[in-house]
């Protein structure tokens, strides 16, 4: 089973910021947080990873807290092609515990 | 650098058959990964590969499926005898060392969808 508990859905409006949370409240020291998303018919596509500090890259950034149980991806500006299942994961110890996604979250985003 | 590639994109089985799903890992990559989804569900990992070895296959079941990654050549994931429940797609991703550590990422594959009749 997954290690983090996502909302089912969000929806936004094009142009505005996305917050999408994950909580992980079992995450361990070693535990490294990962983005996927997945547009409709395609494979995931990787979006960021951190551990600890909050890390920013082109497609979006990530906070996390500081007790590291929660953590929340942040597009800055939504667009159509953003609409996608997003997924949160949490890797570490080179086992596949951490492999497995849940649902995630589907965002709609509204033009 | 060509991305993950899978093959064939999709498939058509009856039941009874044996599927054959082929991935080829990006170029540099050591580490092969299978997940299978089924409509409206999250992926489901089912087995972890290092070139001739498999390193986990914790997700996969215990009868009828198979998933090798040669010395040469692509990985395949094998499906013996298939039937209607099978049918979903299946997702190949590949890395570096060390996804399953944590500290690199992994790049997916468009998948195969399998379909048995």
């Known amino acids: 089973d997954a290690k983090t508990t996502q909302p089912n859905s969000m929806e936004s409006n094009e142009e505005e910021p996305v917050h999408l949370p994950c909580n992980h409240s079992?995450?361990?020291?070693?535990?490294?947080i990962h983005w996927y998303r997945q547009l409709p018919s395609q494979g995931p596509e990787y979006v960021i990873h951190g551990l600890t500090s909050n890390v920013n890259n082109r497609m979006a950034s990530l906070a996390i807290a500081e007790d590291r149980k929660s953590s929340t991806l942040i597009l800055h500006r939504a667009t159509l092609r953003d609409a996608a299942v997003y997924y949160c994961?949490?890797?570490?110890?080179?086992?596949?515990?951490?492999?497995?996604f849940g649902k995630g979250t589907h965002l709609i985003i509204q033009p | 650098n060509a991305g993950v590639m899978q093959n064939p994109r999709h498939l058509v089985r009856r039941r009874g058959q044996e599927a054959r799903l082929r991935c080829s890992p990006m170029?540099?990559?050591?580490?092969v990964y299978w997940y299978r989804q089924l409509p409206e569900e999250g992926l489901k990992f089912m087995v972890y590969l290092q070139k001739e070895n498999i390193i986990d296959e914790s997700g996969m079941p215990k009868e009828r499926f198979s998933a090798e990654f040669p010395k040469e050549g692509p990985s395949i994931l094998r499906i013996q005898q298939v039937v209607r429940g099978d049918s979903a797609a299946y997702f190949c991703?590949?890395?570096?060392?060390?996804?399953?550590?944590?500290?690199?990422?992994?790049?997916f594959g468009q998948g195969t969808r399998l379909t048995v009749v």
């Open positions: 994961i949490l890797t570490s110890g080179g086992g596949a515990d951490g492999l497995t």
């Open positions: 079992t995450i361990s020291g070693t535990d490294y």
């Open positions: 170029k540099g990559h050591s580490h």
């Open positions: 991703a590949s890395s570096p060392p060390g996804w399953a550590a944590g500290y690199t990422e992994a790049f």
